[in-house]
């Protein structure tokens, strides 16, 4: 055999580099399985999603000393709730509205912005803010979805817009808020819009073109129509066994709108499916079964779309509980047994161990209080209690609330500890059917009757109801499904978790502070004040010897748009920010202007404001809070110059005067009656608030 020259191995050397992208953020599949501890190369860090960073320089010992290296001010006061990616010294971080930034991540300096310029009146379809949650990156692009649904690819370099597809056709009212991941040069992408009456559905697509590799449907389609042509069609069948009625005039929902993971070497993608569209099984699927696959995780052939396995938490869906909150993968002993297992916090409220290798059934148990089912059995089906389902048509509060007992907020494993950190909370959600529900595409949907959610007028009451709101941070062993510690917050709606090798949990508050804890007990080992809610999932990375901490900061988000009554501030609008600390820094976060807003007196509006009632709670709610009450993020219609001038409020409300500005027109479903009823209820509203502010006619309170 001849020898090989040592030019001839030196320009195979070179050409071997000289393969794949060059340049930054040239990630691969090795790159991420390898999951450097100094970068942060995906969503949940590595493909497992453990949001568990093995850097341990900031630990127990030297956290006292940790503060703000840098922060920076993103374009928007929308909702935050994004994780930043770090590759090759570069931070990748998205705002609302879809906005991605390329920030130096040692200092914070700016080197590029993209705005896809999503058309603000696309934001009605957002049923939760029109947030996103960060970039995916792979071959030296950076992939984001957008509000309005499309898919971009960007240059790493400069932001150039390298490819963009339509991933909805603009069909129907989907929104994508979630974070791409790639797998093996697919980019895979969800939508959302299970609120509105959508069809869920998640996609792959080629990271260099574009083009698309397949599509899997989590329902099935009106069986008239035959198969899709996609890679769901082998399921199809087996889906609509499990579906009853005209489920799909409403669309069915099951949208992937947050968590998904990958095994690389079971070579498996799990993703989670969202909730049925109508919440209301009654409407949806009168009398239906399991309505496969909402409410499940399904695991994918990365490569085809091609179904292999699934496992339900909640079926036959009817209380907006999803189960597309985060999946963590892990390998742990269970019962003295190695065991590859899923994890997953759902929003219904049991902690749930599966085995990722077939999706079968390990154990569950409540991590909050669930009023809607005592327990799962050892079959892995709920033991449901028959009236939270409310099909009898009387109103029935449960727990948890379509919130969730966990939202999108991440949760985090730490190998070290052997827990799960779970963002919890406590509240309860009442349910009551619509018996005059009737379909408005593309409109809210949920089939729910509009009045069974508004607050009671006695502010006795909603404080009590403000009382019983809980959150907590809860550090939960999957193995013996119990909790270890757990530390009580304020309220709710507290931030996603980053586990370290520090031996340290991060989490923002909504309460305007970013706090460590021990990992293993629970003690606060940190804390800075963020002056502004901090909800997104924190990170670490290390440059040039140094460890950095980063967490996205900032109001906004579903339960600070329609919760209102709840906030006890109202920060005027501002901007979210990136807040990233190291040891030894001495930075400050600048402080936040609070203001109180006092209510003008409110205009006599001579129209049915009971009916105009059932208009909000069915269509604004959303977007201005339950009873009118905002919280700062979107403008309160109590304090707004359009309540004032009936002829200003009719051309907003009906003929979308302020489209740019994000609010619709609701003129294809409301008449100008609709609409004078409609600013008669937001008038009886800011009376109520116009008189606690102005006692018995007398000097305004002091504040
Ligand atoms: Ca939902």
Redesign the pocket.
């Known amino acids: 055999m001849k020898r090989l020259s040592l030019a001839v191995i030196v320009m195979a050397a070179a050409a071997l580099a000289g393969c794949g992208p060059r340049g930054p953020a040239a990630v691969d599949a090795a790159r991420i399985e390898r999951a450097a501890p100094a970068e942060w190369l995906s969503y949940g860090r590595s493909y497992d999603e453990q949001r568990h960073s093995p850097l341990d320089k900031v630990n127990k010992e030297t956290v006292s000393t940790l503060g703000l290296a840098w922060s920076y001010e993103l374009s928007t006061n929308r909702g935050v709730e994004t994780t930043p990616i770090v590759v090759d010294g570069v931070m990748y971080v998205t705002s609302a509205w879809s906005v991605v930034y390329a920030l130096d991540a040692k200092t914070g300096a700016e080197k590029w912005v993209f705005d896809p310029e999503v058309p603000r009146a696309w934001g009605q379809y957002a049923?939760c803010d029109v947030v996103n949650r960060g970039v995916a990156v792979w071959g030296g692009k950076v992939f984001v979805g957008t509000i309005d649904g499309r898919l971009i690819a960007l240059g790493a370099a400069d932001g150039a817009k390298a490819w963009e597809v339509d991933t909805i056709n603009k069909t129907a009212p989907y929104t994508i808020t979630g974070a791409p991941r790639v797998i093996k040069g697919n980019v895979i992408i969800g939508n959302?819009g299970?609120?509105y009456g959508v069809r869920g559905y998640v996609s792959a697509y080629d990271a260099d073109d574009g083009a698309m590799k397949w599509r899997f449907y989590t329902v099935p389609g009106d069986p008239a129509n035959g198969p899709d042509g996609a890679a769901s069609d082998s399921v199809r069948e087996k889906m609509a066994a499990t579906w009853k009625g005209d489920w799909w005039k409403y669309g069915g929902g099951g949208t992937v709108w947050d968590s998904m993971a990958y095994d690389p070497e079971l070579d498996q993608l799990y993703i989670g499916v969202?909730?049925g569209s109508p919440?209301n099984q009654e409407i949806r699927s009168p009398g239906g079964g399991g309505d496969l696959f909402l409410s499940s995780i399904v695991a994918l052939d990365p490569d085809t779309g091609e179904y292999k396995w699934h496992y339900q938490t909640t079926p036959g869906e009817t209380w907006?509980y999803?189960a597309t909150q985060s999946i963590i993968l892990a390998d742990m002993k269970i019962g003295g047994e190695d065991r590859k297992v899923l994890m997953q916090a759902p929003k219904n409220g049991f902690f749930y161990v599966i085995d990722r290798t077939n999706g079968a059934f390990i154990s569950a148990k409540p991590y909050v209080t669930t009023t809607w089912a005592s327990e799962i059995g050892a079959d892995g089906r709920p033991v449901e209690n028959p009236a939270a389902r409310y099909a009898d048509g009387a109103p029935a509060l449960v727990m948890p609330s379509?919130f969730g007992g966990h939202n999108w907020h991440p949760m985090a494993f730490s190998p070290q500890t052997g827990l799960a950190y779970i963002p919890a909370q406590e509240l309860a959600g009442a349910y009551m059917n619509d018996a005059n529900f009737e379909f408005r595409p593309t409109f809210w949907n949920n089939g729910q009757n509009p009045l069974v959610s508004t607050l009671p007028n006695e502010a006795a009451q909603r404080t009590a109801m403000r009382a019983a709101i809980k959150g907590r941070l809860s550090a939960w062993d999957p193995a013996t499904q119990t909790e270890k510690w757990k530390v009580e917050h304020t309220g709710p709606w507290n931030g996603g978790v980053l586990s370290t090798g520090g031996g340290l949990v991060f989490q923002g508050t909504a309460d305007g502070r970013f706090v460590a804890y021990d990992a293993a007990d629970g003690t606060k080992a940190w804390e800075s004040v963020t002056h502004s809610a901090t909800l997104a999932g924190p990170m670490t990375y290390e440059i040039d010897g140094e460890q950095y901490v980063a967490v996205a900061s900032g109001f906004g988000s579903v339960y600070f748009l329609v919760m209102g009554f709840n906030i006890d501030r109202k920060a005027v609008p501002m901007n979210g920010r990136i807040l990233v600390y190291k040891l030894g820094a001495t930075g400050t976060v600048p402080p936040v202007t609070v203001e109180r807003i006092e209510t003008p007196k409110p205009p006599v509006v001579r129209a049915d404001a009971q009916a105009g009632a059932l208009v909000y709670q069915a269509q604004c709610v959303q977007c201005h809070g339950y009873n009118a009450i905002g919280a700062g993020v979107i403008p309160d219609l109590r304090h707004s110059a359009v309540l004032q001038d009936a002829a200003l409020f009719h051309a907003t409300v009906l003929e979308g005067a302020r489209a740019g500005n994000g609010m619709p027109s609701f003129g294809a479903i409301l008449k100008p009656a609709d609409a004078e009823n409609l600013r008669a209820y937001i008038a009886t509203e800011a009376s109520r608030a116009y008189a606690e502010e102005n006692p018995a006619g007398g000097r305004r309170r002091s504040r």
């Open positions: 049923c959302g299970g609120e969202g909730n919440w907006d999803t379509a």
